[in-house]
């Protein structure tokens, strides 16, 4: 399967890892528990899945509504916005591991603007209005992280 992603070409690999140019760019984590292992799985299911502001299908969707279906796919209601799903879930004790969800604010003051699911290694997979569902590091949006979010993974219904 291959994924394009602005000017980079991600080859997606048997093995769940992204190599690009012919070198390892992702993979998931080995040491994750199951639960975590899998919201990745799901999330990086979505990569490709065109933008639309207020989408929430498999066809189109937006940043939340991203999350809203990879945490729906194991069993976990998520709340529809950005900021609804933060303020459900963020905590200032959250140290980030892969599976849990990252928050941003781009004003200075306000609402929570967007939000994605950390895939460890300084990775985001979440909803670009650009480029729609991508994996990508952090480079660029690491000024705008306003907290990080767990959801109950441990607690998911198994499929």
Do not use: W
């Amino acid at each position: 399967m291959l994924f394009v992603s602005g000017c980079s070409v991600l080859l997606k690999t048997p093995t769940n890892g992204f190599v690009k140019n012919g070198m390892p760019l992702y993979s998931i984590p080995e040491y994750l528990e199951p639960e975590r292992k899998i919201v990745l799985e799901e999330a990086l299911k979505f990569i490709g899945t065109p933008y639309c502001h207020g989408g929430k299908t498999p066809f189109c969707s937006d940043c939340s509504g991203f999350v809203l279906q990879v945490y729906r796919k194991i069993g976990i209601k998520a709340p529809r916005t950005a900021h609804d799903q933060y303020l459900s879930y963020a905590s200032e004790d959250v140290i980030p591991e892969p599976g849990d969800l990252i928050f941003f604010r781009y004003a200075e003051q306000g609402k929570i603007a967007h939000v994605g699911i950390y895939a460890g290694e300084d990775y985001i997979i979440h909803a670009s209005e650009k480029k729609g569902v991508i994996l990508t590091t952090l480079d660029y949006m690491r000024k705008h992280i306003v907290g990080y979010g767990r959801m109950p993974i441990q607690e998911f219904s198994s499929k």
